[in-house]
């Protein structure tokens, strides 16, 4: 496949000098400090999960990382190969390489999902005319079904649907970094399977890192983790690594963290 | 009273006009009738947000001769049409009808053509709501009339293109009769040069028994030119009347449609698409009459407002003792584009009796923030997500339309004004 050799081409690229940097991110929501220092680093292929009790700040760290206005950086860095990732506006860190699983994806009437990342290849001077192709190709890896394609992007489609749907995103949009915000909640099992699968196989063949923010354990039954971070507070309490997450299953944030 | 600022509206004029006896018996009355009328003011609620207090009638005159010219018309795109009417400054110009429409016994002619004409005139319109419908009925040219006899289902639409190509006042008046069991749908094109007219177009149509009728407004006039624009229809007994408005041109632009769902079982629809620019402004005025029981109707208007144009909503639906089991539905969506831009949505509800369903629903925001970041986060241009939002947004409006060529019509409008602001935001850019 064409394909394959192209990624395994950027891989060994991106394996020399490639990273997703974060370095003591403060995040503020309407003016109440919700991040208060987060240090990450991330290499291509590398799967980190972020763990944590609700409102720990999960989901702040996922939006902010995209930039959507509501969430305020009032200190510290992101960059993606050095590029400094907050000084440019959400389509700008998308074209670099950063991509958001959304926990709850956003339906937008009357606008399909091939106008859209038909305009984000067109915007990044690729190639338009396989968007399609490449669509079908990722619906039919994950089990989405063709004729959903044609909705407007996320009305009426079930949890699973949707998430089904942000994967294939993921893989028509090649990208380098992907923050999955929760992507395993109210999944089924088959479609957590297809989802995660997926998802690794990208870590594998295609050197995607990843940031997986999730509650449950189950997610890492296919992706395997290399790191597991627990925040809680704000900030980033405890790494270690996959083993981390039985102990936590065991012992439950509370005692983990040693409160 | 409004007389004293109708010095260029002078009872000659109204004398000169051409037509039938009746015709001018009716234009002497409206004519003398003008005297009691009062002028629309902004402080009645029915004018509330309106720009009728700038509108200047004492330097207004009538347009009161037929013009000799036909220009150019915009019509290439019917691919087929039943009849093909042009009224040019409010005064027939030209009428085709095709051979299948002619052969079903379609009629469409000057009113005074028929012997029976005076009966379709103010058949739904007994009395004029306001100043515009006086003029129209006092300064009007000989109206047209179509009339599609029973049982008869025309497929291809009836296309009347409105030109305007004057300074003065115009009023157009198109009266259509569907009998029982009969089907048509007519496509209204609204053109006008740059020319400061303005025009107040009455439309007047009845629905017989189980008859559909379809009308399509394509308002694109110049944008100089003003329009206070009044459409009623009576829809009988298990009949279905719906009006769709693209609403594109024109500088103060004010269009009431009024269903009146007299018989049990009727329908009603209205679906409004407009997109104001500049310093457009919008104003539409609706009017449900649910009258008798078991009638239904259905009401959705979507706009979109850039630059400092603005737009007005102000719609009642209103349910008569009578009308049991009525269901209406009433919704207003606007987008505000720019911080200059303003719209205005009222929407209102009347029941008088309680085995109804209805609901009404009205909303005036920014684009959605998550939709444009979800866009966005996908890597898609920021301006570029707003279209599609935008393009998506009258989606709705444009597919729902019954005739494909005003939907493309529609289309090729909106993405024209989208064309505009992408190129303006591009420019403040540099």
């Known amino acids: 496949m064409v394909g394959v050799n192209r990624w395994r081409k950027r891989g060994d690229r991106d394996m020399t000098n490639s990273s997703l940097v974060i370095k003591n991110l403060h995040v503020s929501v309407s003016g109440k400090p919700i991040l208060k220092g987060i240090n990450l680093e991330i290499l291509p292929g590398e799967v980190h999960v972020v763990m944590g009790p609700n409102g720990s700040g999960k989901s702040t760290l996922s939006y902010a990382l995209m930039g959507h206005p509501e969430y305020e950086v009032t200190e510290g860095e992101v960059t993606l190969d050095g590029k400094d990732m907050l000084a440019l506006p959400s389509w700008q860190r998308a074209q670099a390489g950063l991509f958001l699983c959304l926990q709850h994806p956003i339906e937008v009437p009357g606008v399909t999902l091939e106008s859209v990342l038909t305009e984000s290849a067109r915007a990044a001077g690729r190639e338009t005319s396989t968007i399609k192709k490449q669509m079908l190709e990722e619906a039919e890896s994950i089990g989405f079904e063709e004729k959903l394609l044609e909705r407007p992007m996320n009305v009426d489609l079930s949890g699973g649907e949707k998430k089904r749907n942000e994967t294939l995103q993921l893989g028509v949009l090649s990208a380098r970094y992907a923050v999955l915000d929760e992507i395993d909640s109210g999944l089924d099992v088959d479609a957590l399977a297809a989802v995660s699968q997926r998802i690794q196989g990208f870590t594998h063949d295609q050197n995607l890192g990843v940031?997986?923010?999730?509650?449950f354990s189950?997610?890492?039954?296919?992706?395997?983790?290399?790191?597991?971070?627990?925040?809680?507070?704000?900030?980033?309490?405890?790494t270690g690594g996959p083993e981390l997450v039985n102990q936590l299953e065991e012992e439950g944030y509370q005692v983990l963290l040693g409160n | 009273m409004a007389s004293?600022?109708?010095?260029?509206?002078?009872?000659?004029?109204?004398?000169?006009?051409?037509?039938?006896?009746?015709?001018?018996?009716?234009r002497n009355k409206a004519y003398s009738d003008l005297d009691q009328v009062e002028a629309p003011d902004t402080e009645e609620e029915v004018w509330r947000y309106s720009r009728v207090n700038e509108l200047k009638l004492s330097e207004l005159t009538p347009n009161s001769k037929r013009p000799e010219n036909l220009t150019s018309l915009p019509i290439d795109r019917f691919s087929s049409s039943?009849?093909?009417?042009?009224?040019?400054?409010?005064?027939?110009?030209?009428?085709?009808?095709?051979?299948e429409a002619e052969e079903a016994g379609v009629i469409i002619c000057p009113v005074g053509d028929l012997e029976d004409g005076a009966k379709y005139f103010g058949a739904v319109l007994e009395k004029p709501v306001d100043l515009f419908g006086y003029l129209n009925r006092a300064f009007g040219p000989e109206p047209l009339v179509v009339v599609v006899p029973q049982g008869t289902v025309i497929k291809d639409?009836?296309?009347?293109?409105?030109?305007?190509?004057t300074n003065e006042a115009v009023f157009p008046r198109i009266m259509v009769h569907c009998e029982d069991n009969s089907e048509v749908k007519v496509v209204e094109i609204q053109t006008s040069s740059n020319a400061e007219a303005v025009i107040s177009?009455?439309?007047?149509?009845?629905?017989?028994?189980?008859?559909?009728?379809?009308?399509?407004?394509?308002?694109?006039l110049g944008a100089e030119t003003w329009q206070f624009a009044h459409q009623v229809v009576d829809a009988g007994k298990d009949a279905s009347a719906e009006f769709y408005?693209?609403?594109?041109?024109?500088e103060y632009v004010r269009t009431r449609t009024d269903c009146r769902l007299t018989g049990r079982g009727a329908f009603s629809r209205i679906n409004a698409a407009y997109f104001g620019e500049d310093d457009q402004t919008m104003d539409f005025r609706t009017f449900q009459d649910h009258i008798s029981s078991d009638t239904t109707s259905d009401l959705l208007f979507k706009g979109a407002l850039a630059d400092s144009s603005r737009s007005i909503y102000s719609g009642l639906t209103k349910i008569r003792p009578e009308a049991s089991r009525t269901r209406a539905n009433q919704t207003n969506r606007n987008i505000k584009l720019d911080p200059e831009a303003w719209a205005e949505s009222i929407p209102n509800l009347e029941i008088e009796n309680n085995d109804v369903v209805c609901s009404h629903a009205s909303t005036v925001s920014p684009v959605d923030e998550d939709e444009l970041f979800y866009i966005e986060s996908r890597g898609v241009p920021t301006s570029v997500a707003e279209r599609l939002i935008l393009e998506g947004f009258f989606n709705e409006i444009i597919s729902s339309f019954p005739v494909q060529e005003v939907s493309a019509i529609l289309q090729e409008a909106i993405v024209g004004k989208l064309d505009r602001r992408t190129l303006n935001q591009s420019e403040q850019q540099l």
Request: a negative charge.
């Open chain 2, 157 to 165: 639409p009836i296309v009347i293109v409105s030109l305007t190509d």
């Open chain 1, 211 to 215: 940031l997986a923010i999730t509650h």
């Open chain 2, 82 to 99: 039943s009849a093909t009417v042009v009224l040019q400054d409010g005064w027939i110009s030209d009428i085709t009808i095709e051979k």
């Open chain 2, 4 to 26: 004293s600022n109708l010095e260029g509206f002078t009872a000659d004029i109204s004398k000169s006009l051409s037509g039938p006896e009746w015709l001018s018996e009716i």
């Open chain 2, 201 to 220: 177009p009455v439309l007047e149509v009845t629905v017989g028994r189980a008859a559909r009728y379809s009308h399509c407004v394509v308002q694109n």
């Open chain 2, 245 to 250: 408005i693209a609403g594109i041109g024109g």
């Open chain 1, 218 to 238: 189950r997610l890492l039954e296919v992706l395997e983790p290399d790191k597991i971070h627990i925040l809680n507070d704000g900030c980033i309490q405890l």
